[in-house]
């Protein structure tokens, strides 16, 4: 699946794995998920000021920062957290952390996505951190998106499962039927994300997320972007356009690399 999506791509990278007599082993999710985060950090050099993503796959690339940092092997580096879980992660680890005002600027960002079409749009924020997420790797040099196989969508929506956006808590049925509406044509259905106790879920910002599950391609997607963003209670989407300069896919085949 991972080579025939990857067709499109401008340069692609696969690391197969070599030949063998013996039977193959069958990865798990959470396995091919480390695969590619262990990948992604190769990137990261000496003194970067580093964007860190929230959600499992991201975790694995965070736990190995730290590592690397404890083995004397990465020094001088800088991370700006995307989440409050993120942050007590990179504290446990010993990375030294900062905030965008006073690095405005970040070298690369590594993060996870919950899909990827074939140019490299993303949707992220089922894990809820979507408006940090985006504030963090709209502001980077590089931003890399690691994922595994089945995260790969020919659209956005494609999955069927939730697209998130954020909104602010008053009057949210409001704004969400306004969301449903606007995207009526492809089979939209609008609701309100609950955390596992069953009350309202909120994000580290205060606010609430309403999942739009779309059973048809929304189209262009920088239209449906600017008119989700018009909405007034809406603060952001989780479609993160033209903004990964490079996807890391682990598979049953090996790590497939594609960049801008």
């Known amino acids: 699946m991972a080579i025939a999506w990857s067709e499109k791509a401008s340069y692609v990278e696969v690391l197969s794995r070599p030949p063998s007599l013996s039977p193959p082993v069958i990865l798990t999710q959470g396995e091919l998920k480390k695969i590619a985060a262990y990948k992604a950090v190769e990137f990261v050099e000496s003194g970067m000021v580093l964007g860190l993503g929230t959600g499992s796959t991201a975790k694995h690339a965070v736990d190995r920062i730290g590592e690397l940092l404890r083995l004397g092997k990465l020094k001088n580096i800088v991370g700006i957290p995307t989440s409050k879980k993120t942050q007590e992660q990179a504290v446990s680890l010993g990375i030294p952390l900062s905030d965008l005002d006073h690095h405005s600027t970040i070298d690369l960002a ?66 969400a039927n306004k969301l449903q509406n606007l995207f009526e044509d492809s089979g939209c259905v609008a609701k309100l994300r609950n955390d596992s106790k069953g009350k309202s879920f909120v994000t580290d910002n205060g606010n609430y997320i309403v999942d739009l599950y779309l059973k048809k391609d929304i189209g262009d997607l920088q239209v449906a972007s600017d008119a989700i963003l018009r909405i007034a209670g809406v603060v952001e989407h989780g479609m993160f356009l033209d903004m990964a300069t490079t996807v890391i896919v682990a598979g049953e085949l090996g790590i497939t690399i594609k960049n801008k």
Do not use: Q, Y
């Not at 790797?137 to 697209?163: N, P, Q, R, W, Y």
């Open 110 to 175: 590594i993060d996870g996505a919950d899909e990827v079409d074939p140019h490299l749009n993303l949707v992220k924020g089922r894990g809820g951190s979507l408006l940090r997420e985006k504030m963090v790797e709209g502001t980077c040099k590089k931003f890399i998106c690691i994922v595994d196989e089945s995260k790969l969508v020919k659209h956005l929506g494609g999955s069927g499962l939730a697209m998130p956006v954020e909104v602010v808590p008053f009057c949210w049925k409001f704004t």
